[in-house]
């Protein structure tokens, strides 16, 4: 399916089809009226449509014996029957002659109005740059009701191109994995998707990489610069951690109820086209209660918010995220492996994920990498999941006696930092969370006692 979206109705009782017209016009669908098979037929040579919204009874012929000739005439294009509750079986016979589906006629059009605009979902979902199999593939998987009601609430967000929306979660649960399912639902395609991450940003950093600035505006500003509002275009701005965000809270605020912006030095007003989407995995309620998040900006983001549930709550999504990892990695390295044993299973199936999902990829890599026997085995599972307790090397306690220079203050924050990593599958947003201590703080004392992060970072966790 390419370029504008267009539907075709045809159905020879005219208002039917008129109503129907003047609701998917409302939406922005563009629509044309066939009266008959032969009209319908001409139609879909002389144009083009993604989706044929088709009746059962036409007066020159029979709606399903023209399926064909339609999906020849446009390939590509879903063809849906509308029929009536006494002739159900005959639109399944429909389906077998290529029918993407069938819809029942009632007076009420809205169900029909439904099912194009989940076919135009899908169709900008094809149209993304990952495509639709690779997106179901490797964005949103699992079946759990939890994951369902998460899909369930970005499609409806989808629909208001406007609101943004607010993802709470723990880390690693999928929050970025879900703006990001909510861009190819719901902006053009090939349009920008931006993530910026509001722990990093100082004050006035923040403000002209959100922004923009112009030149001159602040010392070092030697070339004006469009910020990530800007750059994004009709596309989505992710603020990721946005409890941290500090100073410019208030400008946020202002530029989601304005829908238009400023670069820092410039009178000019934007035009906001882009969607916001903020994800915190911070209790945001509390960050207010503490005066360190304002609270019309919460509230403001509080309009439409999604929590994506943590991985021990989703049951068997475990299995099959874990199987979809085994196979994603196993292309990678070029390994055949086979499927998840049944004592491997149990063990994924027993564990908590404090770093969820993220911390599941990272484990099932881990275990693709170390395996020869072309099979993951519980020995290739990290210790935290067999229940030995302790890494080897690691003493629980505080010595009894302090070995002057060896036992010091340094030395044993450095091994509770080493500890807390390991234990949180070297999330470091979960370890800093163990440690009672900000990601910043963390990210300062790695480098200070020279630990390698070991596992992924944030930053170079890519998609799988
Ligand atoms: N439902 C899912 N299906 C497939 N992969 C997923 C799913 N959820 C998360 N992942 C993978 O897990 C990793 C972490 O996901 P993501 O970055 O979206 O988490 P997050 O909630 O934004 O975490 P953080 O709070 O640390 O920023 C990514 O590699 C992502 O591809
Ligand atoms: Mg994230």
Same mark, same amino acid.
């Given at each position: 399916?390419s370029?504008?979206?267009?539907v075709l109705v045809?159905d020879?009782?005219?208002?039917y089809?008129?109503?129907?017209g003047?609701?998917? %016009?409302?939406r ?10 032969r009209?319908?037929l001409?139609?879909?040579e002389?144009g083009?449509y ?5 009746d059962h009874?036409?007066p020159?012929?029979?709606g399903?014996s023209i399926?064909?000739?339609l999906?020849?005439l446009l390939?590509g294009?879903a063809?849906?029957?509308m029929t009536?509750y006494?002739t159900?079986p005959d639109?399944?016979?429909a389906i077998?002659h290529g029918?993407?589906?069938y819809?029942?006629k009632? #007076?009420?059009i809205?169900?029909i109005v439904?099912r194009?605009l989940?076919l135009?979902?899908?169709?900008r979902m094809r ?8 997106? /179901? ?6 079946? !759990? #009701?939890g994951?369902r009601q ?5 499609d409806?967000?989808g629909?208001?191109p406007?609101?943004?929306?607010l993802? #709470? ?9 879900a703006?990001?399912y909510l ?8 349009s ?8 990093a940003?100082?004050?006035s950093?923040?403000? !002209? ?5 112009e030149?001159g505006s602040?010392? %070092? ?6 910020g990530a509002l800007?750059e994004?275009?009709e ?5 990721d951690?946005i409890?941290?965000m ?6 946020l ?5 304005s829908r238009c912006f400023q670069r820092?030095g !410039?009178?000019?007003?934007i035009a906001? /086209?882009a969607r ?5 995995n911070?209790?945001?309620k509390?960050?207010?209660d ?7 900006? =919460?509230?403001?983001l ?5 929590h994506?549930?943590?991985? /021990?709550?989703r049951g068997d999504d475990?299995?099959m995220?874990a199987?979809h990892? /085994?196979d994603f990695f196993?292309?990678?390295?070029g390994?055949?492996i086979?499927p998840?044993?049944?004592e491997?299973?149990?063990?994924l199936l027993a =564990?908590? =994920?404090?770093?969820?999902?993220r911390?599941l990829?990272n484990?099932i890599?881990r ?6 026997s072309?099979r ?7 210790a935290?999941?067999l ?5 080897? %090397? ?20 450095k091994r ?11 999330v470091k947003t979960?370890?800093?969370?163990l440690?009672?201590? !900000?990601r ?5 004392r790695?480098?200070?006692h020279g630990i390698?992060?070991g596992g992924?970072?944030r930053?170079?966790?890519?998609e799988?």
């Open positions: 399916m370029g504008a979206f267009r045809v020879d009782e005219a208002l089809a008129q109503a129907i003047a609701e998917l %016009g409302r922005g669908i563009e629509c044309e009226l066939a009266f008959c098979a009209d319908a001409a139609r879909a002389a083009s993604q989706v044929v919204l088709l009874r036409l020159d012929r029979d399903i399926i064909p000739n999906l020849s390939p294009s063809v849906v029957m009536a006494h159900i639109a399944v016979a077998r029918a993407e589906d819809v029942v009632e #007076t009420h809205q169900p439904d194009v989940e135009q979902r899908r169709a149209a993304s740059a990952d495509g639709w199999q690779e997106h /179901r593939k490797s964005g949103l998987m699992g079946r !759990s #009701t994951i998460v899909v369930d609430q970005l409806k967000a629909q208001s406007e609101t943004t929306v993802l #709470t979660g723990e880390t690693g649960a999928g929050k970025e994995v703006a990001r861009h190819a639902i719901s902006r053009p395609a090939g920008e998707f931006i993530a910026v991450d509001c722990v940003l100082p004050g950093l923040a403000e !002209s990489l959100l922004f923009g600035h030149k602040f010392t %070092g500003a030697d070339q004006a610069r469009a800007e994004a275009g596309g989505t701005v992710l603020l951690e409890g941290d500090g100073e410019i809270q208030g400008k605020l202002r530029v989601l109820e820092v !410039s009178i000019k007003q906001l /086209r916001i989407v903020a994800a915190t911070q209790d945001l509390s960050r207010v503490q005066g360190r998040f304002r609270l019309d900006l =919460y509230q403001r509080c309009v439409f918010p999604i994506i549930p943590p991985l /021990r709550e475990v299995l995220l199987e990892f /085994r196993a292309g990678k390295l390994k055949e086979a998840l044993g049944e491997v299973a149990e063990r =564990y908590s =994920y404090p770093g969820n999902v911390e990829k484990l890599e275990a693709v990498i170390m395996t020869d072309g993951i085995e519980l020995q290739h599972l990290p935290r999941l229940g030995e307790g302790l890494p080897a %090397g690691l003493s629980p306690a505080i010595p009894f006696d302090f070995r002057p220079g060896v036992d010091t203050l340094e030395s044993l924050e509770m930092i080493e500890h807390a990593m390991e234990q949180a599958g070297h979960e370890a800093a969370r440690l009672g201590i !900000s910043f703080q963390l990210l300062r790695l480098d200070r390698r992060a992924r970072s930053e170079d966790d890519e799988g």
